[in-house]
């Protein structure tokens, strides 16, 4: 996307390989796309509160990371989409991978017997990943990629689905589960349909509620996956709410005698 009239860019010329259907520097020279941006700080608040939440109950680390790892995700895709920088680019794409691998392991970790082993695979298949992704800039390899991740995680999600008899965490799931449809409805529409999109009077905004939805779908998987791992440790799980809004999972752990 082109730079309107009269606005100068801080950053220098777009280096990033892909663009969004979000006009570059129409609010300002130092933020390139506002509102792929601003969508992601949703994301960031709701890893916070998880974050907190972990630590205040003392749930298992893997989930206090899995947390810190969504927020680092949002902070480097607001990098990106404010510069439309190659560097910054890596920082949105990479950590998406990195979630990735988290989920895997924490998804199947309960039938992996070498428990320090797959735990140091994960650790270097990303970081050999992010290597030759800053170097050969896979583009539509990053892609494909990422899409067989994120079906790697689908048969163990359902399979903690359909073993689980709480109505309340069968609905975490189920928000998960239209968050990340509608939201990839949101990204094809943004990368389809941009030339017809870019007629209309008011932009959409596809892309920005890509992020939206993806930050709440990170927050129902998290969520989710904190509750089965819950009851996997014999604790008492319940699902309750912050606000009458926010789903989120309180823990009774078994007194020790």
């Known amino acids: 996307m082109e730079m309107p009239d009269g606005i100068s860019s801080f950053w220098g010329p777009v280096t990033s390989s892909t663009e969004c259907c979000e006009k570059n520097y129409v609010h300002s020279a130092y933020v390139a796309e506002l509102y792929n941006t601003i969508s992601n700080i949703p994301c960031?608040?709701?890893?916070?509160?998880?974050?907190?939440?972990?630590?205040?109950?003392r749930i298992e680390k893997r989930f206090s990371v899995l947390?810190?790892?969504?927020?680092?995700l949002a902070i480097g895709s607001m990098l990106y989409h404010?510069?439309?920088?190659?560097?910054?680019?890596q920082s949105d794409e990479t950590p998406l991978v990195w979630e990735m691998l988290l989920y895997i392991y924490i998804l199947y970790s309960p039938d992996w017997h070498y428990r320090s082993t797959i735990p140091t695979f994960v650790f270097l298949y990303g970081a050999v990943f992010g290597i030759f992704h800053f170097l050969l800039?896979?583009?539509?390899?990053?892609k494909v990629h990422f899409v067989i991740l994120c079906l790697l995680c689908v048969p163990r999600m359902y399979k903690y689905y359909i073993y689980s008899d709480d109505v309340k965490a069968k609905w975490l799931a189920k928000l998960y589960t239209v968050t990340l449809i509608v939201g990839s409805l949101c990204w094809l529409c943004d990368r389809l349909f941009c030339k017809?999109?870019?007629?209309?009077?008011?932009?959409?905004?596809?892309?920005?509620?890509?992020?939206l939805l993806m930050g709440f779908n990170s927050y129902f998987a998290n969520t989710f996956l904190m509750f089965c791992r819950a009851?996997?440790?014999?604790?008492?799980?319940?699902?309750?709410?912050?606000?009458?809004?926010?789903?989120?999972?309180?823990?009774?752990?078994?007194?020790?005698?």
């Not at 404010?82 to 680019?89: N, R």
């Not at 009851?231 to 699902?239: A, L, V």
């Open 231 to 257: 009851q996997q440790r014999g604790w008492t799980p319940k699902t309750v709410y912050f606000m009458r809004f926010l789903p989120y999972v309180r823990i009774e752990k078994p007194k020790s005698r």
């Open 196 to 211: 017809a999109i870019s007629d209309w009077p008011i932009n959409p905004q596809g892309h920005a509620l890509w992020h």
């Open 82 to 89: 404010a510069t439309l920088q190659h560097v910054f680019q």
């Open 44 to 57: 960031i608040l709701l890893a916070l509160f998880g974050l907190i939440n972990c630590l205040w109950q």
């Open 67 to 72: 947390f810190i790892s969504n927020m680092i």
């Open 137 to 142: 800039q896979l583009g539509i390899g990053f």
